[in-house]
């Protein structure tokens, strides 16, 4: 009989060594198409080596040197019957990952010092928990770049600033950080809420296929208006120059309070690592961004 916890833990770190060497197929298509479509020569030469920097890490190294401070986001059936054993299980993950991938140790006390050696320590892995009607599980490993993370933030605007402030704050924060965060980027923008809602609801955004438009067309206008503004800048890759600058722009939203306007703003680098995985009650596993069959 299988053992509930060592199926979660192995296909956890599955997950993160696959996260860590092989991009979504929706990510390394939109990078081959701006390499394709690219006609500024720096840029051009910048995109090349990302494509073949995923060549590379396709043969098991991971595709940056930071790979990340450890996120999960797990949405749990409410009859999932091994509930209480996922924290330890992802945490062990993490552990075994990081020794085996292998991964930097990216998890520091930032209040005594101090690297833990093995990405965990008080809080971390953070776990993003949601319940959902079923029995089965689904994880999602999110490893998380400084870099990009370094230029994340939230803007708490007067309401009276509207739409138009919105975006303006999202096209001013890409034009302030230009090459520190590993261009293309792909960005998400939380509206509403408060200040901890609209930078959770921006972060979530960057989960989401780069090929897909929010359902409301108001929402998916806002998405379009930011890309190509953000693309006009001619910031490019890596900063140096060029057509692409992001490779999407995601936008969600909540309701907010009437005298609030939060607005978080969550980037990531091109190195888009994302990697989930179903488990059911019988503990049978399907890969969905990176399926079993892949060489």
């Not at 057509?243 to 703003?265: I, N």
């Amino acid at each position: 009989m299988k053992d509930p916890a060592q199926v979660i833990q192995d296909t956890t770190v599955r997950l993160l060594r696959k996260a860590a060497t092989v991009l979504p197929a929706d990510v390394e298509k939109a990078l081959r198409a701006a390499y394709e479509r690219e006609t500024n020569a720096t840029a051009k030469t910048q995109l090349e080596a990302i494509v073949k920097n995923i060549g590379i890490a396709r043969e098991g190294i991971p595709m940056c040197q930071d790979t990340g401070i450890m996120i999960f986001y797990v949405k749990v059936g409410e009859k999932f019957p091994f509930m209480g054993m996922i924290r330890d299980a992802l945490t062990k993950a993490v552990v075994q990952a990081t020794a085996e991938i292998p991964l930097r140790p990216n998890a520091v006390n930032p209040i005594v010092g101090g690297n833990s050696g093995d990405n965990t320590g008080k809080k971390i892995p953070w776990i993003n928990w949601e319940i959902v009607p079923g029995d089965s599980l689904e994880i999602t490993a999110f490893p998380k770049g400084g870099g990009s993370e370094n230029v994340s933030i939230v803007g708490m605007l007067k309401p009276g600033v509207g739409l138009t402030g919105v975006k303006k704050l999202v096209v001013d924060n890409a034009l302030s950080y230009m090459g520190k965060a590993c261009a293309p980027n792909i960005i998400g923008v939380g509206i509403g809420g408060g200040a901890d809602i609209a930078i959770k609801i921006a972060k979530q955004q960057l989960l989401r296929p780069l090929d897909d438009h929010h359902p409301e067309p108001e929402v998916a206008e806002i998405e379009k208006e930011i890309f190509e503004a953000i693309n006009a800048t001619g910031i490019g890759p890596m900063g140096l120059g060029g057509d692409t600058t992001v490779l999407a722009v995601k936008v969600d939203y909540a309701m907010r309070h009437p005298a609030s306007l939060p607005v978080g703003v969550a980037v990531q680098c091109w190195a888009a690592r994302r990697s989930t995985a179903i488990i059911t009650k019988d503990l049978s596993v399907q890969y969905v961004t990176h399926p079993v069959e892949e060489k």
